[in-house]
């Protein structure tokens, strides 16, 4: 089993910045890839970023230019830097894992305000 514990988030103002970590224990010796998803009220779940374990990253088109997904590999952890938030980047942000099995984070609250 994989844990994964997520921490950052908060309320910023548009246009600031905040990380997020992400740090993973257990079974954590088969990971292909870990990332971000995102969800905001009454919105459904959508993928944020991802790093595969050789370090290649891809990132969904709204946050492109913006976030940057880096990853600690000794520590296990993952992290988000979130520049130039906007309004519509308010949302619940999960950490997810993929190994044998795919793992998700609790959820940590981001909230931008103008």
């Known amino acids: 089993q994989v844990q994964l514990v997520e921490s950052g988030g908060g309320l910023v103002q548009v246009g600031g910045s905040l990380r997020l970590s992400c740090a993973a224990s257990?079974?954590?010796?088969?990971?292909?890839?870990m990332g971000w998803s995102r969800q905001a009220p009454g919105k459904q779940r959508e993928w944020v970023a991802t790093i595969t374990s050789g370090g290649t990253t891809n990132y969904a088109d709204s946050v492109k230019g913006r976030f940057t997904i880096s990853r600690d590999n000794a520590k296990n952890t993952v992290y988000l830097q979130m520049n130039s938030l906007k309004l519509e980047d308010t949302a619940v942000y999960y950490c997810?894992?993929?190994?044998?099995?795919?793992?998700w984070g609790q959820g940590t609250q981001v909230t931008v305000s103008s």
């Open positions: 257990g079974s954590t010796f088969s990971i292909s890839a």
């Open positions: 997810w894992l993929q190994a044998s099995l795919h793992f």
